[in-house]
């Protein structure tokens, strides 16, 4: 694994996994912004539940992508 240290290499992340993940918590009413760079935005406008629900979502797609 390479650490990231300078803007350039967080551009150079293979984008693979987040763009499974956006279409995997749209596909379950969890709407973010399209950019990887803010895929952990969280607003005042978020309730509790709100974060629980994305967190749970999460786990569900890290037990669907984790390595056998």
């Known amino acids: ?3 990231i240290v300078h803007y350039r290499d967080f551009q150079e992340i293979d984008d693979s ?3 499974a993940y ?3 918590v749209t596909n379950r ?7 990887k760079e803010e895929q952990w935005t969280i607003s005042v406008q978020h ?5 629980d629900r994305t967190l749970e979502v999460f786990s569900d797609y ?5 390595p056998s």
């Open 62 to 66: 890290c037990e669907v992508v984790k």
């Open 29 to 35: 009413g969890i709407y973010q912004t399209p950019g």
């Open 17 to 19: 996994l987040f763009d």
């Open 47 to 51: 309730s509790e539940a709100d974060i």
């Open 1 to 3: 694994d390479k650490h």
């Open 22 to 24: 956006w279409f995997f």
